[in-house]
C-alpha cells in the first residue's frame, strides 16, 4: 500500500520481513520427504473416494502430490511430470482433454496427454471427469451462450452445486466421440506398455452413479464400447 519510492519507516519494515522470509524458507528443511519418490496424482471433489483410497495405499513408500484438475492445477501436475519430478503420473481426471473437444471451463487443449506418454513413467489413467461438461456460471443458460445453445446443455441431466458451479451429462454420441479421440491420442505413446486405462463399471464419477444427478449408464457404456474397439492392444484397459 507504500510505494517504494525512497526509505521509509513502513517500505524498511517490508524489505525486513522480505528478507527474514527468504532467509527462513532457505534454512527449513523438510527431512522426512528427502528419501520418498514422487507420485502425481489429479483428482477433484468428484473421485475423492478413489484418490483417497490410491493414497493411503502409497503414501507409506511414496510422496504422494496431488492436483486439482480444473485448470491451473492440472496445467502444474503436467508442467511438473514434463520436468521428470515423478515416478508415476495417476492421471484419474483427464477432463482437460474431452472439454477441449466439446467445449467447457476445464478445457486444456489436445495435447493433454503428452506429458504423460512421453514421460517415460508409469501412466493409469481413469476418465473421471469425462461424464461431464463444466458449463457455469448457471446465468449463461439464460444468456445465449454458445457452448448452452450449440450443446442444448438447458434439457440435459445438469448439477448445479451452486450459481458458479454447473456440471453437464455428456451424451451417448459425445462419449462415444471422446473415447475414439482420447485412443487416438493413446495410441501415439511410444512405451504404450507403460500405459493402463482404468475403467470403474459402476460410474465414471461420484455424480454419475446410480442414484445420482447425472447417472446415464448408456452413455458409460457407449465410452467403454468405443474405447475397447479404438485403443490399441498393446494398451491395458483395466476394469473394475
Request: proline fraction near 5%; charged fraction near 25%.
Amino acid at each position: 500500500v507504500v510505494d517504494t519510492v525512497g526509505m521509509n519507516s513502513m517500505v524498511g519494515r517490508l524489505m525486513i520481513n522480505g528478507a527474514g522470509a527468504i532467509c527462513g524458507m532457505a534454512e527449513t528443511s523438510r527431512a522426512e520427504f528427502a528419501d520418498k519418490p514422487a507420485i502425481a496424482i489429479t483428482e477433484f471433489g468428484f473421485c475423492d473416494t478413489a484418490a483417497q483410497f490410491i493414497r493411503e495405499r502409497l503414501e507409506s513408500t511414496f510422496d504422494v502430490i496431488s492436483f486439482h484438475a480444473t485448470g491451473i492445477g492440472e496445467m502444474a501436475a503436467l508442467d511438473f511430470v514434463r520436468q521428470g519430478r515423478f515416478e508415476a503420473f495417476i492421471d484419474l481426471v483427464p477432463a482437460g482433454f474431452s472439454e477441449s473437444l466439446l467445449g467447457g471451463n476445464r478445457a486444456l487443449g489436445p495435447d493433454r496427454f503428452d506429458a504423460g506418454m512421453e514421460s517415460g513413467r508409469p501412466y493409469p489413467l481413469a476418465p473421471c471427469g469425462f461424464d461431464m461438461l463444466g458449463c457455469g456460471p448457471i446465468e449463461r443458460r439464460d444468456q445465449g451462450d454458445p457452448l448452452w445453445v450449440e450443446r442444448g446443455l438447458a434439457a440435459r441431466q445438469l448439477l448445479i452445486q451452486d450459481a458458479m458451479r454447473v456440471q453437464a451429462r455428456t451424451t451417448i454420441e459425445e462419449m462415444r466421440h471422446i473415447a475414439i479421440q482420447t485412443a487416438t491420442q493413446l495410441n501415439k505413446s511410444k512405451a504404450p506398455h507403460l500405459v493402463k486405462f482404468i475403467v470403474p463399471m459402476r460410474g465414471f464419477s461420484s455424480v454419475s452413479i446410480q442414484g445420482s444427478a447425472l447417472y446415464n449408464p448408456d452413455a458409460d457404456r457407449a465410452f467403454i464400447e468405443s474405447l475397447k474397439v479404438s485403443l490399441d492392444k498393446t494398451i491395458e484397459i483395466v476394469e473394475v
